[in-house]
Structures are given as structure tokens and as C-alpha cells.
């Protein structure tokens, strides 16, 4: 309709209204753009309050496993120092007592850093409707943060597989006490060991102090992680109240 009064005004030649008439057409195009605009923004405001909630989520879980990741190398580091002092007290009792870290010094936990949802966001080309530039960063940072954290502990593993050949050698566990795990049976004295043949083995005894350094880096390791995701869960934690989605 709007295009055959242009046209049948620039045939009657009266400039005005085709210029009324054409402005009328640009005038609503672009308010059709800028409709169109304001949809799609609305849309990836709602999809971008959505995957931050998950993300909030599914950082904190990442915490949770790195937190409980830091206690079970803790633990095993706790278990042989305890035969460790054992050993150097001459105390069979003690180095018994320690006993577990002998199977645990040389485990390797591995934690994945990486959310579901940011794989599905990054997957999706949707990383971009982050505003916040800098969570925009730290987000992106997460997979490569991820790879490098994989190989460093896939090195570790590898490393402590010949101190782990090694340890093995020296103990023999209880079977009838892990036949059935479900029901907790093994102690202290799971693990059996020749006390005089182990205390004075010093390719042993030096086994078991890399492991135990191994150990101690790997604690350092999750804990700097830790540090970084929980930096990032705070940025996201900040954006969250700044746009008013608590």
C-alpha cells in the first residue's frame, strides 16, 4: 500500500508526500530492526541468567571434589608419615598404625575443572552472550586451565608408577579384610610388612619419600585450582547480584 502511494506520488510528481511516504517506510524498517534487536536480547539475557545458574552450580561442585581431592592426599600424606616416624622410632606398633599409606602415598585423584554447562556453552558458539567481559575471560580460561591441570597430573602418574612397583613389592594385604569393601573391614593391619626388612631398605625408604613429596605437590596443585575457580565463581557470584537474578 505505502509503496503504490510512492509511486503514484512521484508519477503526480508531489515530492512531499512521496517524502512523507518514504520516510514512513525507513521509519519502519528501522523500528522493525530495533524490535527484532531488543527480542534477541532479551532472549540471550534469559539464556545467559540461565547457564549462570547452572555454572554457579556446577562451580561449586567443582570446589566440593577439589576440596575432597586436597583431604584425600592429606590423608594419605598423614598415613606415612606415621610409618615413616615409625620407622625412624623403631616402632613397629606406629609404623603399623600408618600401614594404609603405603598402598595410598602414590594415588593420583583426578578433578575435572571443566562445567557441563560451560562445554555446552562454548559448543554452542554461546560463550559470546556473556556481557561482563572479564567473566567472559575467566570463563574461556576454565578448558585450558582444565588440559594443562589433566596433563600435569597424568606426568604424576606416570612418574610414581615405578615408586608405586616398587612399594608393592614390600606388602601384602589381608584379602579376607577387602573381599567385601561394602562392609569396611580393613584396618590398620590390612596391609602387612616384614618391619626389620622395610626399616633398614633404603631404595625403599627413599620410595616412599618422593612419593610423599609427589603427594605434597599434588595437595599444592588442587589447592591453587581451587583458589582460581573460586575466584571465578566469585566474579560470576558478583555479576549475578549486579543484574539483580538472586
Do not use: C
Request: glycine share 6%; net charge negative.
Amino acid at each position: 500500500m505505502i509503496l503504490d502511494n510512492i509511486s503514484r506520488a512521484l508519477k503526480e510528481q508531489n515530492w512531499l508526500a512521496a517524502g512523507i511516504e518514504f520516510v514512513i517506510v525507513i521509519f519502519g524498517v528501522v523500528i522493525g530492526f530495533q524490535i527484532n534487536a531488543w527480542n534477541e536480547g532479551r532472549l540471550e539475557r534469559q539464556l545467559e541468567g540461565e547457564y549462570f545458574y547452572r555454572l554457579e552450580v556446577e562451580l561449586s561442585a567443582v570446589i566440593e571434589d577439589l576440596n575432597n581431592a586436597q583431604a584425600a592426599m592429606d590423608a594419605y600424606f598423614n598415613w606415612i608419615t606415621l610409618f615413616l616416624e615409625g620407622v625412624e622410632e623403631s616402632d613397629p606398633e606406629k609404623a603399623q598404625a600408618g600401614s594404609w599409606g603405603l598402598n595410598a602415598i602414590t594415588s593420583v585423584e583426578l578433578v575435572s575443572l571443566e562445567p557441563a554447562a560451560l562445554r555446552e556453552m562454548i559448543s554452542a558458539g554461546n560463550l559470546t552472550i556473556v556481557q561482563n567481559r572479564e567473566l567472559r575471560s575467566d570463563l574461556a580460561s576454565i578448558p585450558q586451565l582444565q588440559s594443562r591441570s589433566q596433563a600435569k597430573l597424568e606426568q604424576m602418574a606416570m612418574d610414581l608408577s615405578t615408586a608405586a612397583q616398587e612399594i608393592s613389592q614390600h606388602f601384602d594385604a589381608r584379602l579376607e579384610d577387602v573381599a567385601d569393601f561394602t562392609e569396611g573391614a580393613f584396618d590398620e593391619y590390612t596391609l602387612q610388612f616384614d618391619f626389620d626388612e622395610v626399616s633398614g631398605n633404603e631404595v625403599f625408604l627413599n620410595r616412599l619419600n618422593y612419593a610423599a613429596l609427589q603427594n605434597r605437590f599434588q595437595a599444592a596443585h588442587f589447592a591453587r585450582h581451587r583458589a582460581r575457580i573460586e575466584a571465578i565463581q566469585g566474579r560470576l557470584r558478583n555479576e549475578i547480584a549486579r543484574q539483580g537474578r538472586q
